[in-house]
C-alpha cells in the first residue's frame, strides 16, 4: 500500500471510488463535478491510496467547514475506499497521513460525520484522536430520506498541547 498526493490523472478513479460510495454513508447521492470536487476540497490536504499493483483503491481530503477567518484551521474529513479494499488498511493509512498534513499545517479541528451505525468508521476515528462530540438528527437529506450524523471531531495536540490553556493564541493555518 502506498499513500501519495492525489494528482490530476487520479480523478476518474476518485469519482469512481466515490459513486460506489453514494448514499447515506457518504452524505451525498451523486458524484460532484471535477470543477466542483477541485473547489470543494483543500489543495495539500487530498490523498490517494494504492494497492502493491499502483491502482487507486481509495482518497481522503478535507474540506473547510466555512470561509469566515476564524474558522480557518477547521476541517472536515472525507475518506472513501472502494468496496473491495475495505477493511485492509487503506483507510487507516490515509486518514493517519490526513491528520499528519492538518497538524503540520497548523489545522486545530477536524471534523467528522458518519452515518449511524457507522461502528467501523467511528472506532477508526477514534483510535486517531477523534472523539464523539454528539449526534445531529435529520443532518442530510437523500432521496427524500432524512439521515442522522454522529459528529466527531480532533483537536491538535500540535496546535493545542495537552497542558495548554485554551485561551491561547492560535498560528496562523495553511
Known sequence: MHIRPLLARDWEDVAAIMASSLGPAAFEDE???RDQWEARYLPGHRLVAANREGRVTGWAALEPVCDRPAL?????????????????????????????????????????YVAPPGTAAIQLLKDLGFR?????ERFARLGGVWHDAVVLERRSPTVFPQ?????QEVPEAS
Request: proline content about 4%.
Open 31 to 33: 458524484v460532484p463535478s
Open 132 to 136: 464523539s462530540v454528539g449526534r445531529r
Open 72 to 112: 480557518a484551521g477547521v476541517a472536515m474529513v472525507s475518506v472513501f475506499v472502494e468496496p473491495g479494499h475495505r477493511g485492509q488498511g487503506f483507510g487507516r493509512h490515509l486518514l493517519t497521513n490526513l491528520v499528519n498534513s492538518a497538524d503540520e499545517a497548523g489545522l486545530w479541528t477536524l471534523q467528522a
Open 163 to 167: 497542558d495548554a490553556d485554551s485561551t
